[in-house]
């Protein structure tokens, strides 16, 4: 399966590699398996998003990244190279010494995610102490040069202010300036926007951009949003019940999604600018329970598209992730033997019928 | 703040109030006869008229309150008759503002008989207190690090346990084999610090301590494990662990801040039930405390004292409160006092 990666468009090093990637919960009930065999990779500057519903694993896989399993009962396997070191061969000191400072992570909802009894200064100074040698004085001065450059104003006084005397939007923009602060290689931000308030999460979403083009640092960028993913990241991959079920260039997999359950994510899209013949289709169904997953593909009992595939295949077998038709670059996990016909046919109609005409 | 702080005392003040009058109202509500208990067994209708003259129980209830109330600001006499303060003025006790009162049962003014046994109170509270702070955080702290380990749990077992102990039994355990049989520490007798020096004080002060904290201690450990626990998996303590903090930082620094917070509140105000007063402790270990006392006036129908130790008790609660309130903004920035 390594070698079954899209072409990400940086050289052939990729900064973070991750390869058939397991994160496993015993419990009383029996073996969760949250993440299942995931791999992929990201090059320097680049940035990924890794998209799916509730459960399917994508802030399971990410905390692994950051060794946050470690110390819980999580079996976690497979192997995570980030600038050629294996981050889970590492020891639990030698992997609490690249957190926050190669690997750091922003979290989605900032309220919850600082703390109450610490000044926002002190929180974001902490994460710089930590791993450099600095007084509190150059810590504090360096927070807020941080919190400046994350736009917020009057720095030298906010610095002060408790998280909760902070708006949304400000304590998120206080977040990534505490995940910056050391100049990480990789950056995870576990749905960034999703507590914000709409108009102000396009506003994180270019500082994010802006930020990351400032410090070359890479991005994974966990959303369940496709919006967010369209003007973000240069590679997707869509997580269902553990897997990757669809991984390709952004453009590539958002303008001829191979996999029903990614085009089931687009047509549950709102889109106010879209016209207003298109529907907005939810996914039927919920997604499966990881304690006792579906036979065969674990979407099948929601796919609208199962009967076109020969020989009941989707109840029986676990498709693999394969390069689709289109492109080697582009992989998708189903057994629907010609899906750009279906998609054309049967999706885009519905979802937008003004592309269509068009065409 | 200074305006809460204000708001909060007269608030305390009127309930003090209030308690005051409940109090008289409570015990004339008793279908003991008070004046009949202060008079003896044998005591005629007549004597019993003067008894109850004497010690204003013919008053209204709510008169008797308003004299009381004013001695608590100007003092009073005992009894309050002109006429035998000319004529016999030995015969006549004053008890100086702010009086609460006077015992006729215990020829003594309430105020002196709390000065004498509230240091005997306060001195088992503290020392229980200490202990059983220390104690209760300490293991429930470890309790809740060693989550689902064998050592913790042992820890909430044995909690379970003596918190199912009564006091008066794990009271009469240690005395009869640690003091008596074992005798590892002396028979316990109250001792002062001017008597005993603080060595002599202290370890008079061993078995009782130790009888009521290990009661306070069991709750205390399983309080503290939860609310560690609960802060454990918040997500600022996520947060702190993916900033690279080490265990000890995260663990001590986040976590254990957050999950102290409710155990302050709940250590002040426990504290200040106490220090009314160990009722069943003093008994079994027989110290001369508010407890002992509040048993004894109880057994008397001795109202002054009983109003005295009551509203005594009611001021440290109320106190406790406020301090407690206060405590928790100067802990929790989110708390704004207004």
């Known amino acids: 399966m390594v070698d079954a990666h899209p072409d990400t468009g940086s050289d052939t090093s990729s900064y973070l590699m991750v390869d058939d990637l397991r994160v496993h919960f015993p419990t009383p009930d029996g073996l969760v398996k949250a993440t299942d065999g995931l791999s992929f990779r990201l090059g320097r500057g680049k940035t990924l998003g890794i998209v799916g519903e509730s459960g399917s694993g994508k802030s399971v896989s990410s905390s692994a990244i950051l060794g946050l399993h470690r110390g819980t009962s999580a079996k976690v396997s497979g192997r995570i190279l980030l600038d050629g070191t294996d981050l889970l061969a590492l020891s639990d000191e030698q992997m609490r010494q690249r957190r926050g400072k190669e690997v750091s992570m922003i979290f989605q909802d900032p309220l919850s995610a600082m703390h109450p009894y610490f000044t926002v200064g002190k929180q974001i100074a902490e994460a710089y102490r930590v791993h450099h040698d600095a007084n509190k004085k150059a810590a504090r001065a360096r927070a807020i040069e941080m919190l400046d450059r994350v736009g ?60 990351q083009r400032e410090f070359d640092s890479s991005v994974i960028i966990i959303t369940h949003d496709l919006g967010v993913v369209a003007e973000m990241a240069d590679d997707v991959l869509v997580m269902y019940a553990g897997r990757a079920v669809e991984y390709g260039s952004t453009k590539e997999l958002l303008t001829h999604p191979e996999m029903p359950y990614t085009w089931g994510l687009l047509s ?92 | 703040m200074f305006a809460y702080i204000v708001r909060r005392v007269i608030a305390g003040v009127i309930l003090i109030v209030v308690m005051s ?78 009086c609460l009162g006077y015992s006729t049962e215990r020829t003594s003014t309430v105020n002196d008989l709390i000065e004498r046994t509230l240091p005997v109170s306060a001195s088992i509270a503290l020392a229980a207190f200490v202990l059983w702070i220390l104690g209760g955080v300490l293991f429930g702290v470890i309790a809740a690090l060693k989550r689902g380990t064998i050592i913790d749990r042992g820890l909430v077992g044995l909690s379970l346990v003596f918190y199912a102990l009564p006091t008066f039994f794990t009271g009469l355990l240690l005395y009869k ?124 129908f001795d109202l002054p004292t009983l109003v005295g130790l009551v509203l005594l008790l009611a001021v440290f609660v109320i106190v406790a ?4 309130d206060l405590l928790y903004a100067v802990i929790d920035p989110r708390v704004r006092l207004s």
């Not at chain 2, 004497?54 to 209830?61: T, V």
């Not at chain 2, 409160?321 to 407690?324: E, K, R």
Request: proline residues 9%; glycine residues 8%.
């Open chain 1, 152 to 211: 917020i104003p009057q720095p030298d006084r906010r610095v002060d202010d408790y998280p909760h005397q902070f708006s949304g939007g400000m304590r998120q923009r206080a977040m990534i300036a505490m995940g910056l602060i050391n100049n990480p290689g990789l950056l995870i931000a576990d749905e960034p926007t999703t507590a914000l308030d709409v108009t102000v999460q396009a506003q994180i979403l270019d500082l994010l951009q802006d930020l």
């Open chain 1, 268 to 359: 549950s899209v709102p889109d106010v600018t879209a016209d207003t013949g298109g529907r907005l289709v939810p996914i039927p169904g919920n997604p499966p329970s990881l304690l006792n997953p579906p036979q065969g593909c674990a979407f099948h009992p929601r796919c609208l598209h199962r009967d076109k595939v020969p020989g009941d295949l989707c109840r029986t077998a676990l498709p693999e992730l394969l390069p689709g038709k289109r492109f080697a670059g582009h992989l998708k996990r189903c057994h629907l033997p010609d899906p750009d016909v279906v998609y054309e046919r049967e999706v885009l109609p519905e979802i937008a019928p003004g592309l269509v005409e068009e065409a």
């Open chain 2, 21 to 98: 009058i409940v109090t008289f109202a409570l015990f004339f509500a008793s279908p003991v006869d008070p004046a009949q208990f202060a008079c003896g067994k044998n005591c005629s209708a007549a004597q019993k008229e003067v008894t109850a003259d004497a010690l204003g129980y013919n008053d209204n209830f709510m008169v008797q309150w308003a004299k009381f109330a004013k001695g608590v600001f100007v003092g009073r006499d005992f009894p309050d008759d002109p006429e035998l303060k000319e004529t016999a003025p030995q015969t006549i006790a004053h008890c100086p503002a702010p």
């Open chain 2, 177 to 300: 084999f640690v003091a008596i049989q074992w005798g590892w520490v002396d028979i316990p007798r109250y001792t002062t610090i001017a008597d005993g020096g603080l060595s002599g004080w202290g370890s008079s002060l061993l078995l009782p301590a130790i009888t009521l904290a290990v009661f306070f201690m069991a709750g205390y450990v399983r309080m503290t494990r939860a609310y560690v626990l609960e802060s454990l998996s918040e997500d600022y303590v996520r947060t702190a662990r993916a900033k690279g903090l080490p265990p000890r930082t995260v663990t001590f620094k986040h976590a254990l801040r957050a999950a102290l917070t409710p155990i302050v509140t709940m250590a002040g105000l426990d504290f200040a039930g106490l220090l009314g007063g160990a009722i069943i402790t003093e008994s079994v270990f027989n110290y001369p405390g508010l407890g002992k006392l509040a048993v004894q006036a109880n057994r008397d």
């Open chain 2, 321 to 324: 409160n406020i301090i407690v």
